[in-house]
């Protein structure tokens, strides 16, 4: 089993930053994707970044330039650095990993954070 367990959100006036974090515990395999989504107030939980083991990267247009995705594989954690924030962002935001335990990958989701972009 693995355990995610998110940090760093908040209230924030727009143009602001936050870093959300996500510590990983448990049995993590080698090969894995983490990354972040994000769920908005009746909208569906859309993607925001990934980055896999090996470093590669992937963001929304819609926070190209403005976020960036990282990772510490010794601590098992993964971080969003959020700048220019804008109203719309705020949502609720899930951390996910996704590792393959040879056979199959398998998906865990973190309890999620609250960020608030608001004047």
């Known amino acids: 089993q693995v355990q995610l367990v998110e940090s760093g959100g908040g209230l924030v006036q727009p143009g602001g930053s936050l870093r959300l974090s996500c510590a990983a515990s448990?049995?993590?395999?080698?090969?894995?994707?983490m990354g972040w989504y994000r769920q908005a107030p009746g909208k569906q939980r859309e993607l925001v970044a990934t980055i896999t083991n090996s470093f590669n990267t992937n963001y929304a247009d819609s926070v190209k330039g403005r976020f960036t995705i990282s990772r510490d594989n010794a601590k098992n954690t993964v971080y969003l650095q959020m700048i220019r924030l804008k109203p719309e962002d705020t949502a609720v935001y899930y951390c996910?990993?996704?590792?393959?335990?040879?056979?199959?990958?398998?998906?865990?989701w973190g309890q999620g954070t609250q960020v608030t972009v608001s004047s």
């Open positions: 448990g049995t993590i395999f080698d090969i894995n994707d």
């Open positions: 996910n990993l996704a590792h393959f335990d040879g056979a199959r990958w398998a998906d865990y």
